[in-house]
């Protein structure tokens, strides 16, 4: 293991959590066999340690008209650009992701967005930074 100060009950509290963070501490400590006082110190603990960096939450945006759900690759045209299109990318609410990567492209970004007209709009700014190709998720497996 990669870090000393964790421990098997540690993963489990982990584990736990990432099944369903709306668990009480004394939900996780009747699971992993310790107090919810014990499970808050452990908790706060792997948040010490960056192991667990933040709390999210699992959506529906169809449910809100955010029906189409793409994944774009980007070419940059120069190295010049990267600054900007990273502050385009952070300022743009449609991009819910970004990867810088290596291989194919330059970044990989995950676009949910309400229509074609809004997405061929998004596609007419990228191209401002470079080339794309767009990929659209017709089902989420997992």
């Not at 098997?8 to 996780?28: G, M, P, R």
């Not at 330059?106 to 191209?127: A, M």
Request: charged share 20%.
């Amino acid at each position: 293991m990669a870090n000393q100060d964790i421990d098997y009950i540690d993963l489990k509290i982990l584990q736990a959590l990432l099944e369903n963070a709306f668990l009480t501490h004394k939900e996780i400590g009747a699971k992993v066999h310790l107090t919810g006082q014990a499970v808050g110190a452990r908790v706060r603990k792997l948040t010490d340690l960056g192991v667990i960096d933040g709390y999210t939450l699992r959506w529906n945006p169809g449910k809100i008209g955010l029906t189409v759900h793409a994944f774009l690759t980007v070419f940059m045209n120069s190295n010049q650009s990267h600054q900007s299109f990273r502050d385009f990318v952070l300022s743009n609410e449609a991009v819910t992701e970004v990867h810088r990567v290596s291989g194919e492209g330059c970044y990989w970004l995950r676009i949910r967005i309400g229509d074609s007209s809004e997405l061929n709009k998004l596609l007419d700014s990228v191209l401002k930074y470079g080339n794309y190709r767009l990929s659209l998720s017709i089902e989420q497996i997992k």
